[in-house]
């Protein structure tokens, strides 16, 4: 509902620049399919500059023995691909996570 409501109130039926960032696991069907939906949305109402990054919480990116989702050099890393610095862009964010950590 929020989405609809930007859509509506900055670009009434056209194309939206607002960067979108989805962040989501790649264990859970649930999360997959709710941040599927968002996109989907976004893509709907008009958002053009999506970005879905999709982390495996149990793998263990750098082999130090701490799983993803709560690795917290790994998690930067996720944060810096939505975010990069530098950027003048705000993008709003979607996450589909279980825990606070991750």
Excluded: H, W
């Amino acid at each position: 509902q929020q989405l609809k409501f930007v859509a509506e109130k900055e670009r009434p039926g056209g194309k939206l620049d607002q960067p979108m960032r989805v962040i989501y696991r790649t264990k859970s069907e649930f999360f997959y399919s709710t941040c599927r939906s968002a996109i989907d949305l976004a893509t709907n109402l008009g958002f053009t500059d999506i970005q879905a990054l999709e982390y495996d919480p149990e793998g263990d990116y750098d082999s130090n023995g701490v799983t993803n989702d709560l690795d917290e050099p790994f998690l930067q890393s996720l944060a810096d691909l939505a975010c990069p610095s530098g950027s003048d862009a705000k993008p709003a964010f979607f996450l589909c996570t279980l825990i606070e950590q991750d």
